[in-house]
């Protein structure tokens, strides 16, 4: 296995609730109140629905596509939903420090460093909303790909908050069976203060409509027998996932970066811009002074 590169569900395509709309010649994200499945293909116009889009949406009320039904690749509800702070430079799309809160990964003069994390409220080197939750959920959608799965992106607390929840306390009642589990995203919608009491519109994950909680179980219990029988080592299967996610320090590669600017940061304060762009630089700056003193560069490398 290659070193530093994360290894991720195959992902056959994005589930989303907004799209990006061009507004005088600048491309800007907007929020929708439906979600939207598209393909891994990006036009002139925009990302080409996947064909389950249509699908799906022909069988929802008014063509409003709320619900979607998924199931989970892994047991393990932190394979299924990996979440963390991260700030990103706005110009290069480099992710410059990744945290959970109690530790981050920060890309520094000296190169990456282990450093406590504070959280974006409290912490001086993402101040003025450079850092933010960012939270990618892979999913099931259909039966066609054993592996493949559909991705959903967000930097929102409300879907955060509320996806890991949900798929924790679903693990635990199915007695770890989450793989097996008959589930549903669900589009909800809440006003707050803050939004000035518009809606705003986040993720939920719910039992399969006209399933109970019991029943569910008692199917994601006949499933993991059934599969078991057949020689499906999901236990296994879990493993890999691990392994792969903890081979690099992020899973973020150059074509996700781009699409994750566009869609949440395209109104990046310039002051922001410039404050990242400085970071990375002097990072960069002091990365090349290591190497260049490493390899004889003695003048450069001293500051001389």
Known sequence: MIKGLAITPPVLGRISIGRVIEKNGIRLPQKDDQFTITSQIQEKGGWVLHPLDESLRKEAPNGKLRTIPVRMLFNDADLNLRAEYTMFDRKSGRPLCVGNGDSCKRLTQSGVQSLPCPGPMLCEFGKGGLCKPFGRLNVKVGEDDDFGTFIFRTTGYNSIRTLAARLSY??????????????????????TTQSHRTPIYYVDLVIKEGMSLQEAVAEARETARQLKEEGVDQAALDAAGRKGFGNALSECDEEEVREVLEEFFAHTDSSAQSHASRITEAAEMGTLKKQLGRDGGGRLASGV
């Open 170 to 191: 679903y693990q635990a009642a199915s007695g770890g069976l989450l793989a097996y589990m008959p589930l549903e995203l669900k589009l909800r919608g809440k006003s």
